[in-house]
């Protein structure tokens, strides 16, 4: 329990001790003027009933802030879960098009690889072709050269014979 209603229920048992030990004074009949008229009544009965009422208006105060500060927690409470949900959809879709757009990326990155890949290959084999057009070219060339020289000895040798 907290300390301020320790002591509230404290002095409400006070005040009720100390209603039941001067029961005889509180209960005794007075003169009272009411302006217009005067009676006759206990007025410690009447002045202990008052403050019961006081009591019981101000209990009443209480459960209703009680209540509405209970109402308003609760709407705070929802408007937290709905912006909550709302962020984790928008969290969602952000991921989702981050998702899509890399996809893309990779797609057209994949795209760009292969492209190079197949203009990489072109070339290659044009340089091939190249190649072996000129080793054949070289190898003609030479065996030309070869006949040549084989003709020139074959006459030099017919030649000294």
């Known amino acids: 329990m907290k300390v301020r209603t320790v002591l509230l229920l404290l002095a409400l048992l006070l005040l009720a001790v100390f209603a039941i030990v001067n029961w005889a ?3 005794a009949p007075t003169q009272l003027s009411l302006l217009v ?18 009591a019981a208006f101000f209990l009443a105060y209480i459960a209703f802030q009680q209540m509405t500060m209970l109402a308003e927690t ?3 409470a929802r408007e937290v879960q709905t912006a909550h949900e709302l962020a984790d959809k ?3 879709s952000r991921y989702n ?19 190079a890949g197949q203009t990489v290959h072109a070339r290659l ?5 190249a190649l072996l057009r000129a080793g054949s070219e070289h190898v003609n060339s030479l065996a030309a050269m070869v006949g040549e020289v084989d ?11």
């Open 74 to 76: 609760r709407r705070a």
């Open 37 to 54: 008229a005067q009676v006759q009544a206990p007025l410690g009965i009447i002045m202990l009933g008052i403050c019961v009422l006081l």
């Open 97 to 115: 098009d981050l998702r899509r757009w890399l996809q893309a990326e990779l797609d057209r990155l994949r795209t760009q690889g292969e492209q």
């Open 125 to 129: 084999d044009a340089l091939e072709r």
């Open 25 to 27: 004074a509180f209960s």
């Open 151 to 161: 003709d020139k000895l074959n006459k030099a040798m017919e030649g000294k014979r």
């Open 90 to 92: 928008a969290e969602a």
